[in-house]
């Protein structure tokens, strides 16, 4: 699977380190011993009995991401437990598989039909403990890419395999719906996220070239798709969404791409500057993205906007959840950190005695999960496996 083999490239870079950064250890901290300071200790999950793992995603209590099994025969998508500490083999729909989402008793991901054929998107109900083929649109093969309360969204091919629509899955019917296009059935879509009753996510457009894409957001309770237009140039995306904020990327007038946010109450879109060019995410009114170096946050009701973190290297934001921000700054290799975008607070989170660390999801709580690099077996390297972690917050003073 493409994703998986990507995930497990980089963790294979991260075993040759060179240049400094953050000290490895049990806890890490932003500021210190000073009361009212937020300390994160580590907490390895392990693996399904091969040498490494890694964690995607976390709600509640539930841990999810993918492992090898004994041996480093195959490898597999894993639930993990946070109260038991117990990591549960989720199985395949036929080889392989890795768990990417996680909402309620249910996680999602996306599984390999055999070593060399198409990939189907999966639902595992924790309470049942069944694993279920979501299916396609007729066509070979699905791609899972958000999940929020019952619906699961991605995109799939239609039958032929020539044609790719968006898609939305309810966890609670069993039912998948083709969002089509806004270019109509013979058209091209993608879905990148669903919030609530909306989807959004990239589309063709009628009587352009296929490359040219617009964002769109689709209404589940109504069936209706939008399209959200640009910021006077010819294309652009919708990559995240959050109540009735839809935020992405644009070209403008003068063809430069930037960043945007889209109201879908009253229609407006706000040019949100070279700075979030790339990786838009949205949770309430706050932005982040980047712009292929520096990452930023924006409250878009305030208007304040901020740099997050040090400023070296390369930082890139995984996820936003209310304020807290989690991601890796490349600096120059991968270091996990946790980031407040209301006060400020910028965290290195440690690795498992290794060098390198990457992180993922934060629940409700601020739990974060992601994965870390074990020692080194000897002097030659500056990481050993790297293991599915989370990285559990405390007060001090």
Same mark, same amino acid.
């Given at each position: 699977?493409?994703?998986?083999?990507?995930?497990?490239?980089?963790?294979?870079?991260?075993?040759?380190?060179?240049?400094?950064?953050?000290?490895?250890?049990?806890?890490?901290?932003?500021?210190?011993?000073?009361?009212?300071?937020?300390?994160?200790?580590?907490?390895?999950? +392990?693996?399904?009995?091969?040498?490494?793992?890694?964690?995607? @995603?976390?709600?509640?209590?539930?841990?999810? +991401?993918?492992?090898?099994?004994?041996?480093?025969?195959?490898?597999?998508?894993?639930?993990?437990?946070?109260?038991s500490r117990t990591m549960t083999d989720l199985g395949t729909l036929g080889h392989s598989s890795e768990a990417t989402g996680v909402a309620g008793d249910f996680v999602v991901g996306e599984s390999d039909l055999t070593a060399d054929g198409p990939t189907h998107g999966f639902a595992y109900d924790m309470r049942t403990r069944r694993?279920?083929?979501?299916?396609?649109?007729?066509?070979?093969?699905?791609?899972?890419?958000?999940?929020?309360?019952?619906? =699961?969204?991605?995109?799939?091919?239609?039958?032929?395999?020539?044609?790719?629509? @968006?898609?939305?899955?309810?966890?609670?019917?069993?039912?998948?719906?083709?969002?089509?296009?806004?270019?109509?059935?013979?058209?091209?879509?993608?879905?990148?996220?669903?919030?609530?009753?909306?989807?959004?996510?990239?589309?063709?457009?009628?009587?352009?070239?296929?490359?040219?894409?617009?964002?769109?957001?689709?209404?589940?309770?109504?069936?209706?798709?939008?399209?959200?237009?640009?910021?006077?140039?010819?294309?652009?995306?919708?990559?995240?969404?959050?109540?009735?904020?839809?935020?992405?990327?644009?070209?403008?007038?003068?063809?430069?791409?930037?960043?945007?946010?889209?109201?879908?109450?009253?229609?407006?879109?706000?040019?949100?500057?070279?700075?979030?060019?790339?990786?838009?995410?949205?949770?309430?009114?706050?932005?982040?993205?980047?712009?292929?170096?520096?990452?930023?946050?924006?409250?878009?009701?305030?208007?304040?906007?901020?740099?997050?973190?040090?400023?070296?290297?390369?930082?890139?934001?995984?996820?936003?959840?209310?304020?807290?921000?989690?991601?890796?700054?490349?600096?120059?290799?991968?270091?996990?950190?946790?980031?407040?975008?209301?006060?400020?607070?910028?965290?290195?989170?440690?690795?498992?005695?290794?060098?390198?660390?990457?992180?993922?999801?934060?629940?409700?709580?601020?739990?974060?999960?992601?994965?870390?690099?074990? @020692?080194?077996?000897?002097?030659?390297?500056?990481?050993?496996?790297?293991?599915?972690?989370?990285? =559990?917050?405390?007060?001090?003073?």
């Open positions: 699977m493409r994703i998986r083999s990507r995930a497990w490239s980089l963790v294979a870079a991260g075993l040759l380190v060179v240049g400094a950064g953050p000290a490895s250890g049990a806890e890490t901290s932003s500021a210190g011993p000073a009361a009212g300071s937020v300390q994160y200790a580590v907490q390895d999950l +392990g693996t399904l009995g091969g040498t490494r793992s890694k964690a995607n @995603a976390i709600d509640g209590n539930t841990v999810a +991401g993918s492992s090898l099994t004994k041996g480093d025969a195959a490898e597999h998508a894993f639930a993990y437990d946070l109260r694993l279920v083929d979501i299916g396609t649109l007729g066509g070979s093969r699905t791609d899972v890419t958000g999940v929020n309360g019952d619906m =699961v969204v991605g995109s799939s091919t239609l039958p032929g395999d020539l044609v790719t629509h @968006a898609f939305a899955y309810s966890l609670r019917t069993r039912t998948m719906t083709d969002l089509g296009s806004l270019a109509g059935p013979s058209g091209d879509s993608t879905a990148a996220a669903v919030s609530g009753v909306t989807v959004v996510g990239s589309s063709s457009l009628p009587d352009t070239p296929a490359a040219t894409r617009h964002g769109f957001a689709y209404n589940l309770r109504n069936r209706t798709m939008t399209d959200l237009g640009t910021l006077g140039g010819g294309s652009s995306t919708a990559n995240s969404v959050s109540g009735s904020t839809v935020v992405g990327q644009s070209r403008t007038a003068d063809n430069r791409l930037t960043g945007y946010a889209y109201d879908l109450r009253t229609g407006d879109r706000t040019d949100l500057g070279s700075h979030f060019l790339k990786d838009q995410l949205i949770s309430g009114s706050t932005v982040a993205g980047g712009d292929g170096l520096l990452a930023s946050s924006l409250d878009l009701v305030t208007h304040a906007s901020a740099v997050i973190g040090s400023g070296r290297g390369v930082t890139e934001v995984r996820q936003i959840s209310g304020n807290l921000m989690v991601g890796d700054n490349f600096a120059p290799n991968s270091f996990a950190f946790a980031a407040r975008a209301d006060t400020g607070d910028f965290t290195y989170l440690a690795s498992l005695g290794g060098r390198n660390s990457s992180a993922r999801q934060a629940n409700r709580n601020g739990v974060v999960a992601g994965s870390a690099a074990l @020692a080194p077996a000897g002097p030659t390297n500056a990481n050993g496996p790297f293991h599915a972690v989370v990285w =559990v917050p405390r007060t001090v003073g």
